[in-house]
């Protein structure tokens, strides 16, 4: 990824966490109005909470593109814990989807295709890494019964 588009990424995440709750909130419905069932892995979890969570993962996501080898690490034991959470493989496209929804609900024309593009090659990446970690997981559990 380039040294622009990371950029970009930092510029539009620094706004969109400006807006914390805000963007949390409109986050949180658009993924529950793709898939109402992912209402069950959240009953516990407060919206503040969420806010924060979100923008700590979307941080994690722009953070580590300047050197993705130091948070791959970070970002094997996160996809491992969501196989806790009751997150399945499927639940990353639902999940990416709503987020592209959300920044191009929040930033309106100015969600460029480009921006658009860098976004969701960013989510992309990130996601990979967790899902791999997550089979792997899975696999070694299965292994281990
Ligand atoms: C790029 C993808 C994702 C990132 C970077 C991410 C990041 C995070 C982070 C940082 C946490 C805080 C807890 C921890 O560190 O273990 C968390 C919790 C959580 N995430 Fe994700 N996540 C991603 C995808 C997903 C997906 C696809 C789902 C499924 C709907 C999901 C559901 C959850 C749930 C249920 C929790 C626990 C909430 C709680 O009980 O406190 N996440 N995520």
Do not use: C
Not at 37 to 47: G, K, W
Request: glycine fraction near 8%; charged fraction near 20%.
């Amino acid at each position: 990824m380039d040294d622009q588009t990371i950029r970009m990424l930092e510029t539009t995440f620094v706004e969109f966490a400006r807006g914390k709750e805000e963007s949390a909130s409109l986050f949180y419905e658009r993924l529950f109005a793709l898939d109402p069932s992912l209402r069950r892995l959240f009953v516990n979890v407060e919206m503040k909470s969420l806010a924060t969570k979100l923008m700590a993962a979307l941080g994690l996501v722009v953070g580590g593109l300047r050197d993705l080898s130091k948070v791959v690490p970070v970002l094997e034991s996160l996809g491992a814990r969501h196989v806790g959470y009751g997150v399945e493989e499927a639940h990353y496209q639902t999940v990416g989807t709503a987020l592209i929804q959300t920044l191009a609900l929040s930033f309106g024309d100015r969600f460029t295709p480009d921006i658009r593009a860098a976004w969701t090659g960013a989510y992309g990446v990130v996601s990979g890494v967790m899902i791999d970690a997550a089979r792997r997981a899975l696999a070694g559990n299965q292994a281990a019964e």
